[in-house]
């Protein structure tokens, strides 16, 4: 089975710390991606990255940066977390140019993100 | 520019009645893949069907059935005979390539009654 593990379920950060979001996944996909979800809002894209050391912006990138050095590892920085940061982080992957019917990304648990 | 929208925010049934979740779409592409994904309150996600968009025959699995509909670019989601179980979020999601980033609905927030 695919499996996304982001290293931290419930974090709670203070304002202006620097935060690390990991994210791991082990079937040799390309592509990786940062999302965040708020109520009423669903999920939106923060980056995404098609392979490494590549990474483009989503839909709300302000507030975060990415880092992909190796293939399977996907990090979301908030370089200086603010409150209304606070939020649940969702990480996934997927294989490139999957055609095949059936489910092509996989998401992690989520990670709680409380800045105070 | 992609859009999805599930313009019920929250339903609420009574357990053994049939409900419709609704999702419409916007894409200006030719080819795109449609996904229902459900959240239950533990916060996972969890995939429920994916469809392209060269393939416009609905699907029944189980209690949960998909009607998709190019000429009025919707996808909805049918859940018959509903059991509390169901109760969760209900994401409508579409992306332009296989693999590639989705782009979510606000989701639908089902809650199931005995």
């Known amino acids: 089975d695919v499996k996304v593990t982001q290293s931290s379920r419930y974090l709670v950060k203070r304002t202006g710390e620097k935060v690390f979001l990991e994210c791991v996944q082990d079937?040799?996909?390309?592509?990786m991606f940062w999302y965040r979800q708020d109520p009423g809002l669903g999920l939106r894209l923060i980056y995404f990255s098609y392979d490494v050391k590549m990474k483009e912006k989503g839909d709300i990138p302000e507030g975060y940066s990415v880092s992909r050095e190796k293939k399977e590892r996907f990090s979301l920085i908030l370089e200086s977390a603010s409150t209304n940061q606070t939020s649940m982080y969702l990480c996934?992957?997927?294989?490139?140019?999957?055609?095949?019917?059936?489910?092509?990304?996989?998401f992690g648990e989520g990670s709680w993100l409380t800045v105070v | 520019a992609q859009k999805v929208t599930q313009a019920q925010t929250e339903i609420s049934v009574v357990e053994k009645e049939d409900v419709t979740l609704d999702c419409v779409y916007e894409t200006r592409d030719t080819t795109y893949y449609l996904f229902w994904y459900k959240q239950p309150p533990s916060g996972e996600l969890v995939f429920l069907i994916r469809r392209n968009s060269f393939d416009e025959q609905n699907e029944i699995s189980g209690r949960y059935s998909w009607n998709f509909q190019k000429s009025t670019s919707s996808f909805n989601f049918t859940i018959t005979a509903s059991q509390v179980v169901d109760s969760a979020v209900y994401f409508c999601?579409?992306?332009?390539?296989?693999?590639?980033?989705?782009?979510f609905g606000k989701g639908t927030s089902l809650l199931v009654t005995p």
């Open positions: 079937m040799d996909h390309e592509n």
């Open positions: 996934a992957s997927s294989p490139f140019g999957q055609r095949a019917s059936g489910n092509t990304i996989y």
């Open positions: 999601a579409l992306s332009e390539h296989s693999g590639y980033a989705l782009n």
